[in-house]
């Protein structure tokens, strides 16, 4: 049987990983979309460039969001 610490720091290490997947994955997204976005712009089409822009907005802040979860609880006692 595992000590109640070793199960605890697991469980909190679950958490920070799956976090960190989420950002990798919402960035892949926001790399696909700022693309498309920009190539859209650069053939003539200016109405996609506004809210793409605001999508990758965000993408951007749930990024930043999930990064502060995942620092907090790491550090969570």
Do not use: N
């Amino acid at each position: 049987m595992m000590p109640i610490g070793s199960e605890v720091r697991r469980r909190r290490r679950t958490v920070v990983d799956a976090a960190i997947i989420l950002v990798v994955i919402l960035l892949i997204v926001q790399m696909w979309l700022l693309t498309a976005t920009l190539e859209s712009y650069l053939a003539g089409h200016r109405e996609a460039a506004l809210p793409g822009a605001l999508v990758s907005g965000v993408l951007f802040l749930l990024c930043f969001l999930l990064y502060r979860f995942a620092a907090r609880a790491q550090k969570a006692p």
